[in-house]
């Protein structure tokens, strides 16, 4: 009896939402070669979306949602510091770690049943990985662009 009522039909639009999700991230992050790829991004979506899932079903207690939401968010901020490293003087990995720690929040979004909520932030999350690489980029021809008028009026 357990068993079917653990795997009923709003459990796979949960895990098909979760897949989804974590793959629009992970398409972004592994098209830039970025460390969190479709696989971890899936994983992390979908295994976040697990505990919540199968914490309800042990539990009805609020309280007890709310603590297993904390322990996740505690654990996955080891996830995050294993992507962050220095280099040259440089912290690298940040941006990834920031994408983790929205996949847990989008993952258990899922996992409490909020169908439009994941979808938003997922887009939301994307757009502004999207939208501020082309602001960056933006900025630094522009950059160039002033940099190379200060060259030749010092030419001459």
Not at 60 to 83: N, S
Not at 85 to 97: C, E, K, M, P, Y
Request: net charge positive; proline share 1%; charged share 15%.
């Amino acid at each position: 009896m357990e068993f079917s009522s653990s795997l009923d039909a709003v459990f796979w639009v949960k895990v098909l939402m979760s897949v989804g999700c974590g793959f629009i991230f992970g398409i972004e992050r592994q098209l830039r070669g970025k460390p969190v790829g479709i696989r971890t991004s899936c994983m992390i979506c979908l295994g976040t979306m697990a505990f919540i899932h199968l914490g309800i079903l042990q539990s009805k207690q609020e309280a007890d949602h709310i603590r297993l939401l904390g322990q996740i968010v505690t654990g996955v901020g080891f996830l995050g510091a294993g992507v962050i490293f220095t280099q040259g003087g440089l912290v690298n990995g940040v941006t990834s770690a920031a994408v983790i720690w929205l996949l847990t929040a989008v993952g258990a979004a899922i996992g409490f049943g909020h169908l439009g909520v994941p979808v938003a932030l997922s887009l939301i999350g994307v757009g502004i990985l999207w939208g501020v690489q082309m602001l960056e980029r933006g900025f630094r021809s522009l950059r160039r662009g002033v940099h190379s008028v200060r060259a030749q009026n010092d030419a001459k």
